[in-house]
T-cell receptor, first 111, second 113 residues
Framework: DAKTTQPPSMDCAEGRAANLPCNHS???????VYWYRQIHSQGPQYIIH???NNETNEMASLIITEDRKSSTLILPHATLRDTAVYYC????????????FGQGTRLTINP | GAVVSQHPSRVICKSGTSVKIECRSL??????MFWYRQFPKQSLMLMAT?????????EQGVEKDKFLINHASLTLSTLTVTSAHPEDSSFYIC?????????FGQGTRLTVV
C-alpha cells in the first residue's frame, strides 16, 4: 500500500472548518483514500473514504486532487469533540485489506 | 453501523501470567479480524491478521507463541498474551474487516505489574 504524509499537528478554532491535508504521491490507480480518527484512549473511528471523486457524509468531506496525489479532509464546523488524531490511509479494497497506520495528524480544536 | 466489542476494556495482571482479550462482531460476521498494539503517543502497529478457521498471519517481529490468536467463529477472535511481562503493557485494539474497510473495537488497556 502507498505511503502517506501528514502534518504531525494542527490547531483549529471551534466552529471553523478544519482542513487536514494528506500527501499520497505514490498512490496506485486501484487504491482508495481512507480517513480514520482516534480520540484519546479509544479505538479508531471510520470517517470517510474515496477513490477519485469528492465525497461527503454526515461527518466530513473528502476532497481528492485530480492527479490523486493528495487529499484534504474537511470538518465543516469543528467542535471540541473533534479533537483527535486523524489518520489518512491508502489501500486497495481487495486483497490483504489490512489497514496500516502512519503517524497521523493530532488535531486540537480550541474554544 | 457495524459494532465491534472488545473485552475487557482494562486489565491488570501479574508478570508471568496470561491474559485473554476478546473481540466480537455484534451485528455482522467477520471472516477476518486484525489485532493492533499501540504504545503511548505512538500510532497503531499491526500485530496479526486473524482468519476464521485458519491460523493467524503475524507481522514481522511479532512472536506468535507469545501472542496467541484464535478465530474459532465468525463473530469472535481472541488474543492471549502469554507469560506477560511489563514491556507487554500497551493498548491492544482489534478490528473487523467490512466491505468498506474495517470497524474497530474500543481497545483494551493492559498493564502488567
Amino acid at each position: 500500500d502507498a505511503k502517506t504524509t501528514q502534518p504531525p499537528s494542527m490547531d483549529c478554532a471551534e466552529g471553523r472548518a478544519a482542513n487536514l491535508p494528506c500527501n499520497h504521491s505514490t498512490i496506485s490507480g486501484n487504491e482508495y483514500v481512507y480517513w480514520y480518527r482516534q480520540i484519546h484512549s479509544q479505538g479508531p473511528q471510520y470517517i470517510i473514504h474515496g477513490l477519485k471523486n469528492n465525497e461527503t457524509n454526515e461527518m466530513a468531506s473528502l476532497i481528492i486532487t485530480e492527479d490523486r496525489k493528495s487529499s484534504t479532509l474537511i470538518l465543516p464546523h469543528a467542535t471540541l469533540r473533534d479533537t483527535a488524531v486523524y489518520y489518512c490511509i491508502v489501500r486497495v479494497v481487495e486483497g490483504a485489506q489490512k489497514l496500516v497506520f502512519g503517524q497521523g495528524t493530532r488535531l486540537t480544536i480550541n474554544p | 453501523g457495524a459494532v465491534v466489542s472488545q473485552h475487557p476494556s482494562r486489565v491488570i495482571c501479574k508478570s508471568g501470567t496470561s491474559v485473554k482479550i476478546e473481540c466480537r462482531s455484534l451485528d455482522f460476521q467477520a471472516t477476518t479480524m486484525f489485532w493492533y498494539r499501540q504504545f503511548p503517543k505512538q500510532s497503531l502497529m499491526l500485530m496479526a491478521t486473524s482468519n476464521e478457521g485458519s491460523k493467524a498471519t503475524y507481522e514481522q517481529g511479532v512472536e506468535k507463541d507469545k501472542f496467541l490468536i484464535n478465530h474459532a467463529s465468525l463473530t469472535l477472535s481472541t488474543l492471549t498474551v502469554t507469560s506477560a511481562h511489563p514491556e507487554d503493557s500497551s493498548f491492544y485494539i482489534c478490528s473487523a474487516r467490512v466491505p468498506i474497510g474495517a470497524f474497530f473495537g474500543q481497545g483494551t488497556r493492559l498493564t502488567v505489574v
